[in-house]
Each structure stands twice: as structure tokens, then as C-alpha cells.
């Protein structure tokens, strides 16, 4: 069945575990954003996995040197997984799964920015991390043209197991499972929403 992540994207620890406290019973995947960690630092990775013992804690680093450093340390704070991105040399991609490795822990591949992003899948999955995410970033979802569609059949094409970030939304999540992706990530649909209990309760029973 296809896990559903909250990518929260606020700026301060307190507004980001508000926010997961609604959503949290729809919620497999805890993801703490690039800019809430460069705005609050590793202690907003701790203070999140203390407030959810039970759920995974996702550190979206997006990592593109000092793999094993950079891992080890979101681990030490309280991460599950770790992004580290697709772009850059496999050594920064092998330090950070080893660190895993003595962690008991996970990486992800982020291809944001990636031109052939099935293709660095299928390299990276070789190299021993739990799942590839396919992501267009928020800035290129404010281009014009953007379609989510673009990701979800590189998807189902994919042959390894992948993540879909990039405007999932109740829209778009019946096609996200349909396209066996491993992982839905809605960050937007839920953060922004009036209602996030209730946009994350949506989106969960559409990947039921
Ligand atoms: O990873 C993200 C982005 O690069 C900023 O950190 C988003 O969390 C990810 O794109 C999911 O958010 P939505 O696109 O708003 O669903």
C-alpha cells in the first residue's frame, strides 16, 4: 500500500508539531523540510521524533556533500531517513548508507533537479537506499506548463521503488497510487489547507 508523507514545510518547530498533531493519525511519514531545518536547526528533528516516538521521522537534508557526516548527524538527532541528492557523485550517496547501515536507519534519494530521473533511479537503487524520490520542487511547480503527470509515469515505469513529491494533492493521489509509487508526499495540500486533519484524512483513504 502506498504510505502517505506530510512534507511540512513551516519555518518554526512549535507551528510544524501543531500541524502534525492534526494529522498525525492519517500520517505514516513525518518529513521535516529543508527550510524548517535551516530555520531551526537538528533540534527540530529531536523535538519532532520525541513528539512522535511511533511515526518516521523524514529529515529532508537534500545533501550534496559529506554524506556520512551529514547522515550521521540527522540520525544522531532523530531521523529515520535522510535525503540526500540524486545530482551529485555516488561517493556523498555510499557514505550516507553506510552511516544507515550503523544506524539501522534509511536514505532517500532526492532527483530534484535531476534531467533523466528515471534513469539516476535505477542507478541509485543499486546502491542501497530505500527509495528514490521523483520530486519537482516548489519552484519548479511555479513554472508554467507544470504538470504532475510528468512524474507519476515516470512512476510506473520506474522498476524500483519510488517516492512522489511535487503538488500531490486530492487531485492528483488516486494517479500517485495507480502508479505504484511507494511513498505519496503532500506538503502544500495539507499545510495549506483549511482543514489538515481533514485533507490528510483524504488523501489517506485514497491510497487505502
Ligand atoms: O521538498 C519540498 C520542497 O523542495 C521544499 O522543501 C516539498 O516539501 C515537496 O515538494 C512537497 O511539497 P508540495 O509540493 O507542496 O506537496
Redo the contacts with the bound molecule.
Keep these: 500500500m502506498t504510505k502517505l508523507q506530510v512534507?511540512i514545510?513551516l519555518l518554526n518547530t512549535e507551528d510544524a508539531i501543531a500541524l502534525a498533531t492534526k494529522v498525525a493519525p492519517y500520517i505514516d511519514i513525518i518529513?521535516l523540510?529543508?527550510?524548517l531545518i535551516k530555520s531551526e536547526g537538528l533540534s527540530a528533528i529531536t523535538a519532532m521524533k520525541e513528539a512522535f516516538p511511533d511515526k518516521k521521522v523524514f529529515a529532508?537534508f537534500k545533501t550534496a556533500d559529506a554524506g556520512g557526516l551529514e547522515a550521521e548527524m540527522a540520525f544522531k538527532a532523530g531521523a529515520d531517513y535522510i535525503t540526500i541528492l540524486g545530482s551529485i557523485d555516488d561517493a556523498t550517496i555510499i557514505g550516507a548508507v553506510e552511516a544507515a547501515k550503523k544506524y539501522d536507519r534509511a536514505v532517500v534519494v532526492d532527483t530534484?533537479g535531476v534531467q533523466d530521473r528515471v534513469k539516476r533511479a535505477q542507478e541509485v537503487s543499486k546502491l542501497g537506499v530505500e527509495f528514490v524520490e521523483l520530486?519537482a520542487?516548489?519552484d519548479e511547480?511555479a513554472k508554467p506548463g507544470y504538470s504532475i503527470d510528468v512524474l507519476i509515469e515516470e512512476a510506473s515505469r520506474a522498476g524500483v521503488p519510488v517516492s512522489i513529491?511535487?503538488?500531490?494533492n486530492k487531485n492528483s493521489i488516486a494517479k500517485v497510487k495507480e502508479s505504484g509509487a511507494v511513498v505519496a508526499?503532500?506538503?502544500?495540500?495539507i499545510y495549506g489547507a483549511e482543514d489538515p486533519a481533514a485533507a490528510a484524512k483524504e488523501l489517506k483513504e485514497a491510497l487505502s
Design positions: 512534507a514545510d518529513e523540510g529543508t527550510p529532508d530534484i520530486h520542487g516548489l511547480q513529491a511535487g503538488g500531490v508526499v503532500a506538503g502544500g495540500a
